[in-house]
């Protein structure tokens, strides 16, 4: 009975702390920054970039076909990606 009781509450104090990072972790991902090569640029910026990565590469059917070499900016969200398909 006693190592039962043992368990629950190491149980219990995994579980609270699990909620804390979590927590804390979703804090972290609403920074509004985005990552590039290492540094961060503001959310604003991205955008700004893949709308003129778009507007210089994009095709008619609104995919994308960068030249070799260029670095391609991508927005992924839950079940979409930005350009929506890349011709590499």
């Given at each position: 009975?006693?190592?039962?009781?043992?368990?629950?509450?190491?149980?219990?104090?995994?579980?609270?702390s699990?909620?804390?990072?979590?927590?804390?972790?979703?804090?972290?991902?609403d920074?509004?920054?985005?990552?590039?090569?290492?540094?961060?640029?503001?959310?604003?910026?991205?955008?700004?970039?893949?709308?003129?990565?778009?507007?210089?590469?994009?095709?008619?059917?609104?995919?994308?076909?960068?030249?070799?070499?260029?670095?391609?900016?991508?927005?992924?969200?839950?079940?979409?990606?930005?350009?929506?398909?890349?011709r590499?």
């Amino acid at each position: 009975m006693r190592v039962s009781t043992t368990y629950f509450i190491a149980a219990a104090a995994i579980s609270l702390s699990v909620l804390l990072v979590v927590a804390l972790w979703g804090d972290m991902a609403d920074s509004g920054q985005a990552h590039h090569g290492g540094q961060s640029m503001s959310a604003q910026e991205f955008q700004d970039r893949l709308l003129a990565q778009q507007a210089l590469y994009g095709l008619p059917d609104g995919s994308l076909r960068p030249p070799p070499g260029t670095q391609v900016y991508v927005l992924a969200q839950q079940y979409a990606f930005l350009p929506y398909t890349l011709r590499l």
